[in-house]
């Protein structure tokens, strides 16, 4: 048989760079704040009570139209970031970039170091940018919103709510987040080299195998020529899903088993 590779490593870094893959899902255990024990207050029964409507939502549009009525009832709480970390997310679910980034920002200017905030912006600002006239002022911010979070995840102290080794292993899958969001800003501005590094990084520090991850590094991995290192990350990412994953893996696959031009000719 030939070699086999990639018609095109070109075709690949498109593909890699402007697929918009189901987002890394934020660490929704622990709430939108790390540290239980500094959680904000509400000031009345009444309050806190229409915060509780906010997080008993049980899907996205329900929860954007608690959230809004929260934050037009009380606009001066102490729960209003916290509010705006969930409005932010249930636009993610909707897909409204839009809203995403709004929220998101507003969070930051409430709760500068809100980690959820970061990684979610840092995610899906690259998968959002269509507009190569904002191209690059957006990527720019998306970087700076996981570097961000990079630097809090360095600085901070362990919640006290949390065991030490539950902290590191979230801590790790936080980090892996943010290498994925660095590698897809990198793919978009079509860096493959760094792009190839940061999603290594992400691979390496997630405590669990992502399929999302593992077909990035595979995709990046064929750009840049490196066969045998594509195809077995790519079956990976075939096994682990989800759907969406495991079909662009499976097409990755096939490319890479094309025959290089005028293989098997005379």
């Known amino acids: ?22 987002g890394p899902q934020a660490p929704a ?9 500094g959680a904000p207050q509400a000031k009345t029964q009444e309050e806190f009570d229409q915060y509780l409507e906010v997080l008993a939502a049980n899907d996205a549009r329900k929860r954007v139209a608690e959230a809004r009525d929260f934050l037009a009832a009380y606009p001066e709480s102490a729960l209003l ?42 995610a899906a600002i690259p998968n959002a940018v269509q507009d190569a ?3 690059r002022v ?23 709510s949390i065991r030490l080794e539950e902290w590191k292993g979230f801590r790790a899958g936080m980090a892996s987040e943010a290498h994925e969001a660095l590698g897809h800003i990198a793919a978009k501005r079509g860096q493959i080299e760094r792009a190839m590094g940061e999603f290594e990084l992400a691979v390496e520090l997630n ?6 991850q593992l077909f990035r590094l595979g995709a990046a991995y064929a750009a840049v020529g490196k066969v045998s290192k594509a195809g077995a990350t790519l079956r990976r990412a075939v096994a ?16 890479l088993e094309e025959p290089a031009p005028g293989a098997g000719r005379p």
């Open 207 to 212: 405590p669990v195998p992502d399929g999302r």
């Open 81 to 122: 970031g916290l509010a705006s970390v969930y409005l932010m997310e249930a636009h993610k679910d909707l897909d409204d970039f839009g809203g995403v980034l709004s929220n998101g920002e507003r969070v930051l200017e409430l709760l500068p170091e809100n980690l959820r905030a970061l990684l979610t912006l840092s």
């Open 240 to 255: 682990l899903g989800p759907e969406l994953v495991r079909l662009r893996a499976e097409q990755e696959l096939r490319r």
């Open 1 to 22: 048989m030939a070699t086999s590779r990639l018609s095109s490593s070109r075709s690949t870094l498109v593909l890699l760079a402007g697929l918009a893959l189901p």
């Open 133 to 135: 006239t904002e191209e």
């Open 138 to 160: 957006l990527l720019d911010r998306a970087e700076s919103y996981a570097t961000r979070a990079l630097a809090v995840m360095e600085r901070k102290e362990i919640p006290r």
């Open 29 to 37: 255990q622990f709430g939108p704040l790390l540290d239980i024990e």
